[in-house]
């Protein structure tokens, strides 16, 4: 069942701090001894398996710094360049949450993980085989989707001037959200009023792997799970900047996006493979 409305909260909490992990890139990246099959540029079509034992700094940005849900006196987020692992082919990222001081009271801190490509890429087709955040220790072990959680495929540019998501809120644990961004004012941050998204009944979101597209053409962006497109075309609020190519699994502790915090808890968000895929 696709619900198609005027969607979640996610770009105005993450915005800010995904745009100072952007401007911390040149200190955010992973050394890397050789190249992985990716020939990621600009222009030209990609695609990215993790055959490699480590991502190719020359390609993509293992992000250190601070992540989005922060609330003040109650919830701060990070992201951990330690959470990035690569095993089999697979790439994992984990979350973690623990007790501990927030502006000198006791609230919850979040450990996650984001990477993103070095370059921006403009209208075409991106790509995703995912398991959404569970607590399966293995890539095609058990495992439950637990509150406190976000992970997400997405691109993303300037204080959401470009941000289009297919992303995992475990409040929502059998539900996948469609969502584009477009501010027309980057020099602040984006309004509930700059986005539209749809939803995807989905029971096995976080229990097995899915593959995820969408395709970006002018003026419309189209979602696709496991090969069938998802409802009508986007047609509302649809950005033109290229953005960068993203993943990332992050910590809340929220009544609404997320949801609560589960100190103690770890969780694994698993990537198969992305692919890039310019307009023709």
């Known amino acids: ?97 623990e007790t501990g001081a927030v502006d000198n009271q006791i609230g919850k801190i979040s450990h996650g993980a984001l990477i993103y490509t070095r370059k921006k890429y403009g209208y075409g087709t991106y790509e995703w085989r995912m398991r959404m955040s569970s607590t399966a220790t293995d890539p095609y072990g058990l495992g439950e989707p637990i509150s406190g959680s976000v992970s997400a495929g997405f691109i993303y540019v ?23 961004w477009y501010n027309p004012t980057p020099n602040s941050g984006p309004s509930l009023d700059d986005r539209e998204y749809s939803t995807l009944y989905l029971p096995d979101v976080s229990g097995e792997f899915h593959t995820y597209k969408f395709v970006w053409e002018p003026g419309q962006i189209t979602f696709y799970v496991d090969g069938v ?21 992050w910590g809340t502790d929220s009544g609404d996006w997320g949801g609560t915090a589960t100190v103690g808890t770890d969780r694994y968000f698993y990537i ?4 890039y895929t310019p307009l023709q």
């Not at 745009?19 to 992985?36: E, N, Y």
């Open 158 to 180: 300037n204080n959401s001037e470009t941000e289009i998501d297919v992303e995992f809120s475990a409040l929502d644990p059998s539900i996948l959200y469609m969502v584009n």
């Open 1 to 97: 069942m696709l619900n198609k409305r005027i969607g979640p909260l996610t770009a105005v909490a993450g915005a800010v701090m995904l745009a100072a992990v952007l401007a911390g890139s040149d200190t955010a990246q992973a050394a890397s001894p050789k190249r992985p099959s990716t020939t990621g540029g600009g222009a030209g079509a990609w695609r990215e398996d993790f055959s490699a034992n480590r991502l190719s700094h020359k390609v993509w940005v293992i992000a250190s710094g601070r992540a989005p849900g922060y609330i003040p006196g109650y919830h701060i987020g990070y992201y951990e360049p330690s959470h990035v692992k690569i095993q089999n082919g697979i790439l994992s990222m984990l979350l973690t949450q």
């Open 272 to 275: 198969d493979w992305v692919s």
């Open 229 to 249: 497109q998802q409802g009508d075309p986007h047609t509302d609020h649809v950005p033109s900047a290229p953005a960068y190519f993203m993943i990332n699994h």
